[in-house]
């Protein structure tokens, strides 16, 4: 059974910084690229960032480019999210994601979806 889980959420002040984590089982980690996605009350939840499984490409939503960077740690299966400068906008549940890494960022692409690590933003 594959199971995602994110870690690492939390509250912090606009302008600070939280690294995101998520970890995979039950599928071959490496076979397959990871997501980060996030919904926010009363919104459609939205594609953040993704990455390849390899690493080499990745991919972010306007929104959110030059303030996070995706990565991850294929020998610990695990994928992060450094989100640094953070808004009150960015105020969400983040969800993490195992598929496909676009540039268009569709949750559809993704076929394994963590239960969401919730990050507030105070200002």
């Known amino acids: 059974q594959v199971q995602v889980v994110e870690s690492g959420g939390g509250l912090v002040q606009a302008g600070g910084s939280l690294r995101l984590s998520c970890t995979a089982s039950?599928?071959?980690?490496?076979?397959?690229?990871m997501g980060w996605f996030r919904q926010a009350p009363g919104k459609e939840r939205e594609g953040v960032s993704c990455?390849?499984?390899?690493?080499?490409?990745?991919a972010y939503a306007d929104s959110v480019k030059g303030r996070f960077t995706i990565s991850r740690d294929n020998a610990k299966k695990m994928a992060y999210l450094q989100m640094n400068s953070l808004k009150p906008e960015d105020t969400a549940l983040y969800y993490c994601?195992?598929?496909?890494?676009?540039?268009?960022?569709?949750?559809?692409?993704?076929?394994?979806w963590g239960q969401g690590t919730q990050v507030t933003v105070s200002s």
């Open positions: 994601a195992a598929g496909s890494c676009y540039k268009e960022l569709d949750q559809d692409d993704f076929s394994y």
């Open positions: 039950g599928l071959t980690f490496d076979d397959y690229a």
């Open positions: 990455i390849t499984w390899s690493g080499s490409s990745t």
